[in-house]
């Protein structure tokens, strides 16, 4: 059985993961804290663990990536992208008007993660404007801080599994601000995994560093995939940390390391005097509910 470190109970990360590993059996452990996820598979304790690092809305998740870059030397086993379905959870006995409507004035707090809050802001300032919004670790971390303080007008905004974990209801469901928002998820761990699913397509992340002083070096770098008609799905500049104006810049190349192709192209980076880490070869997995 595979182990399996996560953040909370009833988070995204928790709700994706089981739909993507379905009836396969794996034991999770969970963390409150995204660097102690990243850490349990660094220090061995899990074989695996789920970061995730972008979303439709909100774009790169920064800390998470510079973790992958910077913290720990763990290659990207698996992606998928799922969606980020958010929820208003509460207590409707509390919250319901004379004829039997949940009553939004009487909420007077919404508690949430910082990401599922930035995703709902439309339905907040449309039903709840006067409501105080405060950020916690977790969308679990909100439903659980609502669970354990009744009678005091809150609300969280946070998953169906949330709610269900902690015996809450769902006021109003799917109140994010776009249909189309979906969260992209990566496995890393030490050892290679195919799932028994469809795999949409392989993809390799790589991280290039710039020569100094090359004028037009991105743009070479570029065209050494362009050429060779390998499709570059993203492409982002990230500070080095090592000095002000200092980037690297991550790339996701859509095919895989076996691929003669993209070994070429890599080989031609490194001539230009690029410095080429490989985060990880993968297949790309598409999941909906």
Same mark, same amino acid.
């Given at each position: 059985?595979?182990?399996?470190?996560?953040?909370?109970?009833?988070?995204?990360? !928790?709700?994706?993961?089981?739909?993507?590993?379905? +009836? /396969?059996?794996? /034991?999770?452990?969970?963390?409150?804290?995204?660097?102690?996820?990243?850490?349990?598979?660094?220090?061995?304790?899990?074989?695996?663990?789920?970061?995730?690092?972008?979303?439709?809305?909100? =774009?790169?998740?920064?800390? !998470?990536?510079?973790?992958?870059?910077?913290?720990?030397?763990?290659? &990207?086993?698996?992606?998928?992208?799922?969606?980020?379905?958010?929820?208003?959870?509460?207590?409707?006995?509390?919250?319901?008007?004379?004829?039997?409507?949940?009553?939004?004035?009487?909420?007077?707090?919404?508690?949430? @993660?910082?990401?599922? &809050?930035?995703?709902?802001?439309?339905?907040?300032?449309?039903? &709840?404007? @006067?409501?105080?919004?405060? @950020?916690?670790?977790?969308?679990?971390?909100?439903?659980?801080?609502?669970? !354990?303080?009744?009678?005091?007008?809150?609300?969280?905004?946070?998953?169906?599994?949330?709610?269900? #974990?902690?015996?809450? +209801?769902?006021?109003?469901?799917?109140?994010?601000? !776009?249909?189309?928002?979906?969260?992209?998820?990566?496995?890393? =761990?030490?050892?290679?995994? #195919?799932?028994?699913?469809?795999?949409?397509?392989?993809?390799?992340?790589?991280?290039?560093?710039?020569?100094?002083?090359?004028?037009?070096?991105?743009?070479?770098?570029?065209?050494?995939?362009?050429? #060779?008609?390998?499709?570059?799905?993203?492409?982002?500049? #990230?500070?080095?940390?090592?000095?002000?104006? %200092?980037?690297?810049?991550? &790339?996701?190349?859509?095919? %895989?390391?076996? %691929?003669?192709?993209?070994?070429?192209?890599?080989?031609?980076?490194?001539?230009?005097?690029?410095?080429?880490?490989?985060? =990880?070869?993968?297949?790309?997995?598409?999941?909906?509910?």
């Amino acid at each position: 059985m595979k182990t399996i470190a996560v953040l909370p109970e009833g988070t995204v990360s !928790h709700e994706a993961l089981l739909h993507l590993f379905g +009836d /396969e059996p794996v /034991e999770l452990l969970h963390f409150k804290q995204i660097s102690d996820v990243f850490l349990a598979t660094a220090s061995g304790k899990s074989q695996y663990s789920v970061i995730p690092i972008e979303n439709t809305i909100e =774009g790169s998740v920064s800390l !998470h990536m510079d973790w992958l870059v910077h913290e720990v030397d763990i290659p &990207m086993q698996v992606e998928w992208v799922y969606p980020s379905i958010q929820n208003l959870i509460g207590r409707q006995a509390e919250l319901l008007s004379p004829d039997g409507d949940i009553d939004f004035s009487k909420v007077t707090k919404v508690l949430s @993660h910082p990401v599922a &809050m930035a995703q709902c802001m439309q339905f907040l300032r449309l039903h &709840m404007p @006067h409501a105080e919004l405060e @950020h916690v670790g977790s969308t679990s971390e909100a439903v659980e801080w609502v669970k !354990h303080h009744p009678d005091e007008g809150l609300a969280a905004i946070g998953t169906t599994l949330g709610a269900k #974990r902690h015996g809450l +209801d769902i006021l109003a469901s799917k109140v994010t601000d !776009h249909d189309n928002n979906y969260t992209r998820f990566v496995l890393i =761990g030490p050892e290679p995994l #195919r799932l028994p699913i469809s795999s949409v397509q392989d993809k390799t992340s790589i991280l290039v560093t710039l020569p100094e002083d090359f004028p037009g070096a991105l743009h070479q770098v570029v065209s050494a995939f362009a050429w #060779r008609k390998l499709n570059l799905s993203r492409i982002e500049s #990230r500070p080095t940390k090592k000095r002000l104006g %200092s980037y690297y810049f991550y &790339m996701d190349v859509l095919a %895989s390391l076996e %691929s003669v192709l993209l070994q070429s192209a890599m080989e031609e980076i490194e001539a230009l005097g690029c410095q080429v880490r490989i985060l =990880g070869s993968y297949p790309s997995y598409s999941l909906s509910k």
